[in-house]
């Protein structure tokens, strides 16, 4: 990701490179793919090459995005008219690309499961789920990167000295030491997400990949559609940077981005559970009892923190329909003080 100024005639030579090149990565890896049957395997070889289109897709796609909003008159007066800096740009952008991201795994997860689901749940597969595993790993660890240059950038807009440290105030006047912006520290701050993208982007394409062996996708199928609710999730943090928080479609999203959230990613793991134990015909209980343990901890590892992300959604949700309730609680608080 580009983190330098461009001069005027840069902008109007790499803006239409970078077009160029993300629309033949999309158009390759489609064509890598589209002539395969339902149920054929993902070489290494091809695997390898959708990664490193997915890395230029992705990228490319971030710089289009970032350029047109820093370096084209359209971009100028939007950032103009809701008064945005160039964090806010990069964490615009990251946000987009994360909704577009989304967008192809809910391609993905509804074909697999329109195939798979629909005929042998423990045994068949469709190559679209090892394909996007291969395409899609790209995404997660360039979203790392991302997310800590726009990390960076929040923390840039502070007033430097002529030593090159930051003026950092506690509040009461007192100075307070430079924050740490090394990657390490982005990693301390940032820890469930991290852990989310490295186990989503490595263990989980080892297991879509690799180790599942001879059994069927029809549960990748559902975790591929739990990004149905990363774009409202990724709008409700574009509105708030338009500073539209107070808006309509704001309240309409976030309500959207409940549903979507609790039906995707909060209980859609346990309804394969349940379909797993018809399959098998079993007891709910012990047809969760039955699974390997490595596949219990893996849903564990991947529900807990959709789990924690839901709480608090519903948290800034309550305080967003009800801030009278709030706000007469401060009140009381402040009188008996």
Partial sequence: ????????????????????????????????????DPE????????????LLGFIYFMSLSEILNMTALYTGLGHRYR???????????????????????????????????WSCTRDFMRTSHYMSEAYAWFGAAYFFYDIWSMYIVHLKMYSKRRPFKNGSTLLSSGDGAS?????????????????ILMHHLFIGGFG?????????????????????MELSTPFV??????????????????????????????????SLPYVCYLYSKVIGSSYIDAVKSLPTG?????????????YWFYLMCSGALKMLLPSSAALSAGDAKRRS
């Fill in 80 to 114: 103009n008219k809701f008064r945005l800096n160039s964090g806010d740009v990069l964490d615009i952008t990251n946000k987009f690309v994360s909704a577009v991201q989304a967008a192809f795994s809910c391609v993905t997860g509804a074909i697999v499961c329109l």
């Fill in 1 to 36: 990701m580009m983190d330098f100024p461009l001069k005027p005639v840069d902008h109007r030579v790499l803006l239409p490179v970078m077009m160029i090149l993300n629309g033949v990565s999309l158009a390759t890896a489609i064509n890598l793919v589209v002539s395969l």
């Fill in 176 to 192: 307070v030491k430079k924050p740490d912006t090394s990657f390490l520290a982005y990693c301390k701050h940032e820890p469930v």
């Fill in 40 to 51: 054929d395997k993902i070489t290494s070889k091809r695997g390898s090459a959708l990664t």
């Fill in 295 to 307: 596949c219990k901890i893996s849903i564990s590892i991947l529900l807990l923190p959709q789990l």
């Fill in 205 to 225: 394409f080892l297991v879509i990949v690799y180790l599942r062996g001879d059994l069927g996708d029809c549960t990748f199928g559902f975790v591929y559609l």
């Fill in 234 to 267: 990724s709008a409700r943090g574009i509105l708030s940077r338009l500073k539209l928080k107070s808006s309509r479609l704001y309240l309409i999203n976030g309500l959207l981005m409940l549903a979507t959230f609790f039906v995707c990613r909060v209980i």
